[in-house]
C-alpha cells in the first residue's frame, strides 16, 4: 500500500509540465518585444491631426514632432520653447531621425509649419536631405 | 561542554545542508517574467503612422532658374472664415475642381506641385490641396518660401 502511494507519487512527479524550455519561449518573447517596443509619448497638448485620402505609411519611430494650433511645438513630450531649441535638439539627434514625422494640428498655421520644415532641412548635414512627412489622421 | 555543543551543532546544519541543497525558487521570477512579457505585449504598437511624403529640394541655395510645374497660392483666410483662396495659374480654382485642373494641365507640368501660401492659412487645408495632388498624380510637392537673411 505504501509503496504503491510512493510509486504513484513519483510517477505524477515525472509528469509534471517541463518548465524549462516554457521559459526559455517566454524570455525570447520578452526579449524581442523589450527591444521592438517604441513606447507612445503624447505631447503636453492636444493634437487633432488633418484627413486625408491619400496616405502614405510611415513606420513608427521616437522623436515625433508636434505642433498645435497655437505653433507651440514639441518634440515626443519635450516642449521646445523656440526654434533654435528645436534646431539643436534635432542637431543633436540627427543620427536617430531618418524621417522626420511632423504631426501638426488641422489648425496649425501654415507659416508656423512651413517655418519647422524649414529649420529642420537646414539642420540637416545629410546631402539628401532630411526625409519629410505631414502625418494625417489614422481614420478613413 | 560548550565545545561539544558547537561540534554536534555544526554536524546537525552539515546534514541539513546535505539533506536540502539550496535551489533557486523560479515560481516568482517566471511570474514577474510574465508581468514583464504581457506589459511589452499590451503597449508594443505596430501600426504605421499615415501621413503624407514632402518632398523638399536638397539644402543650399535654391536654383536661380524658374521651375517648371504647377503652382499654387493660397491666401489668408478672411477673419472668421477657415479657408483662404486659392489661385492656379492666375484663375481663382476651389477645392472640387482643382482635381479636374490637375489632371488637365499638360503633362510637362504635372511632374511638380508649388504650394504658394501666405502664413495664416491653416494646415488643414495644405494637406487637402496635398491630397488632392497625390490622387491628381503628382508625387512631387514643394513650398515656396521668402528667403531670408
Do not use: W, Y
Not at chain 1, 524570455?27 to 505631447?43: D, E, N, Q, W, Y
Amino acid at each position: 500500500m505504501a509503496l504503491n502511494l510512493a510509486k504513484r507519487r513519483k510517477r505524477e512527479d515525472e509528469d509534471d509540465i517541463p518548465m524549462a524550455p516554457m521559459i526559455d519561449c517566454v524570455f525570447l518573447l520578452l526579449i524581442f518585444f523589450m527591444v521592438s517596443a517604441v513606447m507612445k509619448v503624447p505631447p503636453p497638448f492636444t493634437v487633432t491631426l488633418p484627413d486625408s485620402a491619400t496616405k502614405h505609411e510611415f513606420t513608427r519611430k521616437k522623436f515625433n514632432l508636434f505642433i498645435n494650433s497655437d505653433g507651440r511645438i514639441s518634440i515626443d513630450d519635450q516642449e521646445m520653447l523656440t526654434l533654435e531649441d528645436m534646431e539643436l535638439f534635432i542637431a543633436a539627434h540627427e543620427n536617430q531621425i531618418t524621417t522626420l514625422i511632423i504631426k501638426a494640428d488641422k489648425r496649425a498655421k501654415h507659416g508656423d509649419v512651413i517655418d519647422v520644415v524649414e529649420r529642420a532641412k537646414m539642420r540637416s548635414s545629410k546631402t539628401e536631405g532630411l526625409e519629410i512627412a505631414f502625418a494625417v489622421s489614422e481614420e478613413d | 561542554m560548550q565545545q561539544v555543543g558547537e561540534a554536534k551543532l555544526s554536524l546537525l546544519a552539515t546534514k541539513i545542508r546535505e539533506r536540502k541543497p539550496p535551489t533557486l525558487s523560479m515560481a516568482p521570477m517566471i511570474d514577474c517574467v510574465f508581468l514583464l512579457l504581457i506589459f511589452f505585449m499590451v503597449s508594443t504598437t505596430f501600426s504605421p503612422i499615415p501621413g503624407l511624403r514632402v518632398q523638399l529640394p536638397p539644402p543650399g541655395k535654391p536654383s536661380p532658374d524658374k521651375p517648371k510645374g504647377l503652382t499654387v497660392r493660397i491666401a489668408n483666410p478672411e477673419p472668421g472664415e477657415d479657408r483662404g483662396t486659392m489661385v492656379l495659374n492666375d484663375a481663382v480654382v476651389q477645392v472640387d475642381e482643382m482635381f479636374n485642373q490637375f489632371i488637365n494641365a499638360p503633362d510637362e507640368a504635372t511632374n511638380m506641385l508649388i504650394i504658394q501660401s501666405e502664413r495664416e492659412v491653416l494646415h488643414e487645408q495644405i494637406v487637402q490641396v496635398m491630397d488632392i495632388a497625390k490622387q491628381a498624380g503628382i508625387d512631387k510637392i514643394g513650398f515656396a518660401i521668402v528667403a531670408r537673411d
